[in-house]
């Protein structure tokens, strides 16, 4: 028998309740929403963080089993954007009720300037895809399909016109996480659909659904299509006509989020345009330069999301022209900003945690590998001797786990006596971390700077240590749209969906190998 659990819930600044649970904590985040609503009486879009015990701070929950009787969990409510046809189309400013229960992390996302707002996303692809509800005629009919089904065993056929509306509601709902559902995701909605309308399976097919998948992936198609024509900017950018007059793209290349990002080239803010948006950027070049006006650059930097985003994709920049042109993105705050507004996940707090979690695990990985490889790690992870501080096990880790995917940690971390000496190797680094150790230091000192440079551009320095200034990095990857080195492919690969779990259900065989050896501890 379940044992029953008594949750704390944090609805809003001076506002909490406490939930019974008499059958336990409910197997999904889907059903423990749904409860929260019932005894709370709240209604709309939310999501929710609970208490972490390690960090002493809310994180998002994405599974039930991160919480135990007695957690606390917050309410997150999500802006009205979402309960619209289309996120390219839609354009909401959280209420100030809304704002007071939004964690700082989310502010970053979902706030703005009283003279703009947003259109971006909120939620990543969820792991249980919700079915709408349909247009009241076509609800209907599934209701008594699916008694009939219940009762008799009896499948339903819908009508041509009736199906149509049902995969049109369904692509709208796709629409409103990603653009480009991949072959999984579109089983996920298609596998969804027919759980909830099991009248609706197919007879013919081993799934029940495999029709299903098929008629949307056309609809989804057609439904871009239509959005294209009407200007939304995650779709224009792949237009057959601004490929021609662009020679770098081929005509079937494709510019969409790969890497799990949920605002990939979102619209413009309502009432903002190109011309607009250049001189919010011209501000911004005058208000990075004061003292103590973090506030007002955060600002602007949220105003100027997607025109950024926009010039990173279609226009592909140097480092050093981009830089040039926003200097405020190339600080530690802001890249963790600027990833989290493209991915809606923390970027450090995020990487520090899942490093720290997967540490012993992964140590106990290391030292049953053999060979040259095994002798590497070895080497590395002596330093653990000379000095057990956190920083120093974090870049241990990182290094062997780099020599043990069979890449080497030097095409990545590079460090140095002396700078100068040092310039003209730094230069030609194309993407990379160097840590400079000052001459003489003791192994329990730490390093004299760290930073990192993209084609020979040194683009942040002052990262204090290697773990840090790798998890700016891969903050900036996403920030600047940089494509994987080939050379360093299956580490940032592991470090996107096992440490940061991004898109970690599709894995290459190394990383698929790393995944079953962590979690099922087998080696």
Not at 489 to 499: A, D, S, Y
Request: glycine share 4%.
């Amino acid at each position: 028998m379940a044992t029953s659990a008594v949750l704390r819930i944090i609805l809003g600044e001076n506002d909490s309740s406490k939930i019974s649970l008499p059958s336990g904590i409910p197997d999904s985040v889907e059903e423990l929403i749904s409860e929260i609503k019932r005894q709370c009486e709240v209604s709309g879009d939310f999501r929710l963080q609970y208490k972490d015990i390690d960090f002493d701070e809310f994180i998002n929950l994405k599974s039930t089993s991160d919480i135990q009787n007695k957690a606390t969990l917050k309410v997150i409510y999500l802006p009205s954007a979402l309960s619209l046809t289309s996120p390219c189309l839609s354009s909401v400013e959280p209420s100030l009720g809304e704002s007071a229960s939004i964690s700082s992390v989310d502010t970053d996302i979902l706030s703005s300037s009283s003279s703009s707002s947003s259109s971006l996303r909120c939620e990543p692809w969820p792991d249980v895809f919700p079915v709408p509800e349909f247009v009241y005629d076509v609800e209907l009919q599934l209701q008594r399909a699916n008694t009939d089904f219940q009762n008799n065993g009896i499948l339903f056929s819908p009508s041509p016109r009736m199906k149509s509306d049902i995969l049109e509601s369904l692509a709208s709902q796709i629409i409103k996480y990603k653009a480009y559902p991949c072959n999984a995701e579109f089983d996920a909605v298609a596998e969804a659909l027919v759980k909830k309308h099991p009248c609706l399976k197919e007879q013919g097919s081993v799934s029940g659904f495999y029709g299903w998948k098929i008629s949307l992936k056309y609809k989804m198609a057609n439904y871009r299509t239509k959005l294209r024509n009407i200007g939304c900017s995650e779709l224009n950018v792949n237009s057959f006509k601004r490929k021609q007059g662009d020679p770098r793209t081929s005509p079937n290349q494709v510019k969409k989020a790969r890497r799990a990002e949920v605002n990939y080239c979102p619209d413009y803010p309502t009432g903002q345009s190109q011309e607009s948006l250049e001189e919010e950027r011209l501000a911004l070049l005058s208000e990075v330069r004061k003292s103590n006006n973090q506030q007002v650059v955060k600002e602007k930097m949220e105003k100027t999301f997607a025109y950024r985003r926009h010039e990173v994709i279609e226009e592909k920049p140097f480092i050093a022209e981009f830089k040039r042109r926003w200097p405020a993105l190339f600080s530690e705050h802001e890249v963790e900003a600027e990833f989290t507004r493209i991915t809606t996940v923390p970027l450090r707090s995020k990487f520090m945690q899942q490093l720290d979690h997967h540490s012993t695990q992964l140590m106990t990985i290391f030292k049953r590998k053999g060979g040259a490889a095994g002798q590497k790690i070895r080497n590395i992870m002596a330093d653990l001797d000379k000095n057990e501080a956190v920083e120093t096990r974090r870049a241990c880790v990182l290094k062997a786990l780099m020599v043990y995917l069979n890449e080497d940690p030097e095409n990545l971390l590079r460090e140095y006596m002396d700078v100068e000496d040092n310039q003209e190797a730094m230069d030609q680094t194309v993407l990379g971390i160097f840590a400079i150790k000052m001459e003489g230091a003791e192994s329990t000192d730490g390093l004299a700077d760290v930073g990192i440079i993209i084609e020979g551009v040194e683009v942040l320095h002052d990262l204090d240590n290697i773990a840090n200034a790798v998890a700016v990095l891969f903050g900036l990857m996403y920030s600047l749209d940089l494509s994987y080195p080939t050379y360093l492919k299956c580490t940032f690969e592991v470090l996107q969906k096992l440490v940061m779990e991004l898109d970690g259900n599709k894995l290459s065989t190394k990383a698929q190998v790393l995944k079953n050896k962590l979690f099922e501890g087998t080696f």
